[in-house]
């Protein structure tokens, strides 16, 4: 019995405990105290175990089955021994205290096997009742300790037994299912949206377009202005001739024309305000067309190439300035499709 005993405590210590569960095992030790008139230890060791099935929609919350057995020999007085067996069954009432701790009461019965017979100590029936208490040391394990009072059935003989165990909760309980609705699905109206106008075709729409008359096939930035390369190319006063000066920033605009085989360009070429308009205009025209040849001496092909003078029309800066009209005297390159 000692065997079965100890072999039982270490299955139960491998049990993978459950926060939510069905069962709870419990090893056990204890001792009980005998009533004077039994002729036995007054007091003797027991170990044993105990297996709780945890109950739904009771006024019980546990009903509990388990066996204790003497360690060691019992004495009897006249100098014989013997062990005893108490296997039993309870309902368990449990009480919170806290979110950890518990009372307990326990009501059941059993039988008690006595393997040597003596002094009216036979092996039969007893009912008991007990108290006890709980506290959870983690998910996986709680102490529990209680003293119950056994009441011999045929003889009527009291027995006082106190126990200590370590309780361990398995068996995961199945998720409670949740039937599920069918999602109502709210339809909303769909408004049209409105379709905001690109009146110049440019690929930016009206409200965003700084530049709403963009000539058709320019290449134009996030504001829909034409993409222009200001050349950096000024000319003396009266003048078409480009300076050698320029020759790097003609060659590096050509770089860009090479690049980008797809692309065309404007050579737009203006004057300053000095002069009769019909002069200027036919000036501006004269550089215009110096720009292009010049980009045609880097082997760019003439028919990428658009030549226009504005004259004095389109000033950049002030022409009441030395400074402002050297500005104004000069070549810029709008990118086109």
Do not use: W
């Not at 044993?48 to 509990?64: A, P, W």
């Not at 506290?135 to 056994?150: E, F, G, S, V, W």
Request: aromatic share 8%; proline share 3%; with cysteine.
């Amino acid at each position: 019995m000692k065997k079965l005993l100890l072999s039982t405590i270490a299955c139960a210590s491998l049990v993978f405990a459950q926060s939510e569960y069905k069962y709870e095992i419990t090893p056990l030790v204890g001792g009980v105290v005998t009533e004077g008139n039994m002729n036995l230890d007054d007091h003797y060791g027991v170990g044993g175990l105990s297996l709780g099935f945890n109950l739904e929609n009771s006024m019980f919350d546990q009903i509990e089955l388990g066996f204790l057995t003497s360690l060691g020999d019992v004495d009897y007085s006249d100098n014989k021994d013997t062990s005893v067996t108490r296997i039993f069954s309870n309902l368990i009432k449990e009480y919170e205290l806290s979110a950890k701790s518990s009372l307990y009461a326990l009501i059941g019965a059993g039988v008690e096997v006595y393997q040597n017979e003596a002094f009216k100590n036979e092996s039969g029936l007893f009912g008991n009742y007990g108290v006890g208490f709980k506290y959870k040391i983690n998910d996986n394990m709680a102490l529990k300790t209680d003293i119950r009072h056994l009441i011999e059935t045929d003889h009527g003989d009291n027995n006082l037994i106190y126990t200590v165990g370590l309780a361990i909760p398995f068996g995961k309980k199945a998720a409670p299912v949740v039937e599920e609705k069918p999602a109502v699905v709210e339809q909303k109206v769909i408004e049209p949206t409105p379709v905001e106008l690109d009146s110049d075709n440019d690929g930016v729409v009206d409200s965003l377009d700084k530049c709403p008359n963009t000539p058709k096939g320019d290449i134009v930035d996030e504001t829909g202005c034409s993409l222009k390369v200001d050349l950096n190319i000024n000319f003396n006063f009266d003048s078409a001739k480009i300076n050698n000066s320029y020759d790097s920033k003609i060659k590096k605009f050509a770089e860009f024309m090479k690049k980008y085989p797809s692309t065309k360009a404007k050579i737009e070429a203006h004057t300053d305000s000095i002069g009769s308009d019909e002069y200027n205009q036919k000036l501006s025209e004269r550089r215009a067309a110096s720009t292009v040849k010049a980009l045609k001496a880097y082997n760019i092909d003439e028919n990428r190439l658009k030549s226009f003078g504005y004259g004095e029309s389109k000033p950049l800066a002030t022409n009441d300035t030395k400074d402002g009209r050297a500005q104004n005297r000069r070549v810029e390159a709008t990118i086109q499709k």
